[in-house]
């Protein structure tokens, strides 16, 4: 199966519901009911090449200690909700609304067009990106339209004023 990534987006009262009790954060990502709301992005396994081409670093490369750009938290942060919580690889983390919205007018200045130009699978898979599939005939247009979903999920969290919160399962 392999590790999946998701973003939620969710209030900010519904966020200091989680980090209280993380218990119902967990709860509501494991109803299957869920999985296809539109407030829930399963990133499949494309979280990592994400985050690669958008920073130009692979996750072991980045310090997620708040000093970071701001492109480097589409997918992770330095914000946790339950350091003991496990959801599969770890604690969920979140992004608050004054970084989404940092986040999502980087995001909207992404030109996928010309990234994706310039997109390099041995590259990739050479920095250990994962699934380290990213030389394979398909693996330019899966990263390209989870690129898109992305934008499109942080531009609706700014305009509904959410956090997100992230999590690999």
Same mark, same amino acid.
């Given at each position: ?11 900010? +009262? /519904?966020?200091?519901? =989680?980090?209280?009790?993380s ?8 109803? +299957? ?10 990133? /499949?396994? @494309?979280? +990592? %090449?994400?985050?690669? $081409? ?5 996750? #072991? ?12 938290? *589409?997918?992770?942060?330095?914000? $946790?909700? /339950?350091?003991?919580q ?5 604690? %969920? =983390? ?10 999502? &007018?980087?995001l ?5 067009? %010309?990234?994706? #130009?310039? !997109? ?6 050479? %920095?250990? *990106? ?16 989870s690129? &898109?979903? *992305?934008?499109? =999920?942080? @531009?609706d ?6 956090? *997100?919160?992230? !999590?690999?399962?």
């Amino acid at each position: 199966m392999g590790m999946i990534g998701n973003l939620i987006r969710v209030s900010k +009262e /519904d966020l200091e519901m =989680f980090k209280a009790d993380s218990g119902k954060l967990e709860n509501l990502i494991y109803n +299957e009911a869920n999985l296809e709301a539109d407030w829930y992005l399963d990133l /499949d396994k @494309s979280w +990592e %090449a994400i985050h690669y $081409v958008l920073s130009g670093k692979s996750l #072991a490369d980045t310090e997620m200690d708040g000093t970071s750009k701001v492109i480097e938290y *589409v997918i992770f942060s330095d914000k $946790v909700i /339950d350091e003991e919580q496990d959801l599969g690889y770890g604690p %969920a =983390f979140y992004n608050d609304q004054e970084r989404v919205n940092k986040i999502s &007018k980087e995001l909207n200045k992404v030109n996928i067009t %010309a990234l994706m #130009a310039n !997109f390099d699978g041995k590259k990739l898979n050479e %920095a250990n *990106v994962y699934p380290e599939i990213w030389d394979e005939e398909d693996s330019k247009e899966y990263l390209q339209e989870s690129l &898109k979903s *992305v934008i499109e =999920f942080y @531009s609706d969290a700014t305009d509904s004023e959410q956090v *997100v919160i992230g !999590f690999i399962c």
